[in-house]
């Protein structure tokens, strides 16, 4: 969350207030935020959407969001097919025990971590494929084989921590306000 985002919560407040919306949900949202967001806000954030895929679980930020009673939703649950994803040998193996892919495995995994996924595909059979995880389920030997993939140090797709990368996602506000025009607090 980057920018006036607590100006745009607010919005969103009047908004579900008003009943145009049910619920609020954010996304980029880290830790430090989510607890103000939930702490301050007279209407808490109900799902919040962050990279979360084999190599980068987020087991912190969930356990945080479950205590915040916030549900997290997995934002990019395949990686956008880094680090090998669909023939990883690991999800792959995993995969063949249970007559399914690696993609299915991963889906699953998440799923069974409490992690709500909606993967992006615009293929027919892959949506199909991805609504295919729910005749399985992976034991603790699967769950663990699944969490060893866990890599604190893979890279973000979108590091939120990086001056360049935050620039570029507020484009426009950043360049008015250099130019002197709209001041964001």
Known sequence: MMGDYTGAYRAMEDACKAGKIRAIGVSNCYPERLVDLCLLAEIPPAVNQIETHPFLQESAAHANMDDLGVVHEAWAPFAEGRGGLFAHPVLSEIGAKH??????????ALIQKGIVVIPKTVHRERMEENFDVLDFELDADDMAAFEVLDDPSFSRIFDHHDLPTIKWMLGDLVKEQQLG???LY
């Not at 007559?99 to 699953?108: F, M, N, S």
């Open 99 to 108: 007559g399914k892919t690696a993609g299915q495995v991963t889906l699953r």
């Open 181 to 183: 025009g709209t001041t």
